[in-house]
């Protein structure tokens, strides 16, 4: 089951740092970036059903939901704070690195930390939208896809081969 096309032109609006990591995208994550993308402010819901999908796609604590801390912003409807909550929740956990108005719109940065065994690699995300916390949310969503490399063949030059059998 594939992304349609305006689904896959809206996952490519979300500026992610790497174009490739749009290929592997679930449908249920592919279909909650558009939503969330068109949607004017972001809802409650949309966090909602963030928290049924991420612990899956981008390894969220599956007791998020009943967490104190967590019910109480979403109470409030401080979306940010929420957001802000279940980035670092993540495994790896996520950072938001900045977020900037810019011109009608807000831009965020969100940063993947890398495995211990490559402590200075980290995945940026960049993702725009008119509200805040639903730029946030779009850019965490991002981080949760999957970067799929394609099986490239190398073709073996003269060279090479001539190389290997010793006839240089």
Do not use: Y
Not at 36 to 58: D, G, K, N, Y
Not at 146 to 168: D, I, L, M, P
Request: with cysteine.
């Amino acid at each position: 089951m594939g992304t349609t096309p305006s689904t896959q032109r809206l996952l490519r609006s979300t500026k992610a740092t790497h174009p490739a990591d749009t290929i592997a995208v679930g449908p249920e994550l592919a279909s909650l970036i558009a939503r969330v993308c068109a949607a004017r402010i972001l809802r409650e819901h949309h966090i909602w059903e963030a928290v049924r999908i991420l612990p899956e796609a981008a390894g969220l604590p599956g007791g998020i939901k009943q967490l104190p801390e967590f019910r109480l912003l979403m109470e409030k409807e401080a979306f940010t704070a929420a957001l802000r909550l279940m980035a670092q929740s993540c495994q790896p956990a996520r950072d938001i690195r900045e977020l900037d108005p810019q011109a009608d719109r807000w831009a965020v940065t969100l940063s993947v930390r890398s495995a211990l065994s490559q402590p200075q690699r980290r995945k940026l995300i960049r993702a725009e939208h008119r509200d805040p916390p639903a730029a946030i949310l779009i850019a965490l969503l991002s981080s949760a896809i999957r970067k799929t490399r394609s099986f490239v063949r190398r073709r073996r030059t003269n060279a090479a081969v001539q190389k290997e059998f010793g006839n240089e």
